[in-house]
């Protein structure tokens, strides 16, 4: 069966920080571009961060570069998000998802409609708050 699973959300002060994991299973990582989305409360999905299997090229939405690292762990067929120096404004739920790793990492967090994705993760909540 053909999985993604979140996990590695939670309530955490500004300031803080979590590691947020995507556990594939059924599949590969390996022939795919690999990306995490957030949608807050009454704001579209917004890609975050993505990463291509083939080339190890990656994406940061200027809100998270410096303070977010996407990375892959091929053993464990696992894409993680480190996400530090949290804000108020990334609390969201987050989301994994997938799609063939012809596509740039650009096409994928920024173009690229939802529907358009190969598979969804079903989400995990990041709370920023004091």
């Known amino acids: 069966q053909v999985q993604l699973v979140e996990s590695g959300g939670g309530l955490v002060p500004p300031g803080g920080s979590l590691r947020l994991s995507c556990a594939a299973s059924?599949?590969?990582?390996?022939?795919?571009?690999i990306g995490w989305f957030r949608q807050a409360p009454g704001k579209e999905r917004e890609g975050v961060s993505c990463?291509?299997?083939?080339?190890?090229?990656?994406y940061y939405v200027d809100s998270v570069k410096g303070r977010f690292i996407i990375s892959r762990d091929n053993a464990k067929n696992t894409v993680y998000l480190q996400m530090n120096s949290l804000k108020p404004a990334d609390t969201a739920v987050y989301y994994c998802?997938?799609?063939?790793?012809?596509?740039?990492?650009?096409?994928?967090?920024?173009?690229?409609?939802?529907?358009?994705?190969?598979?969804w993760g079903q989400g995990t909540q990041v709370t920023v708050s004091s």
């Open positions: 998802a997938v799609v063939g790793d012809f596509t740039t990492v650009q096409d994928m967090c920024i173009n690229l409609r939802p529907h358009e994705l190969d598979f």
């Open positions: 059924g599949f590969t990582l390996d022939y795919y571009t």
């Open positions: 990463i291509k299997s083939s080339d190890g090229s990656t």
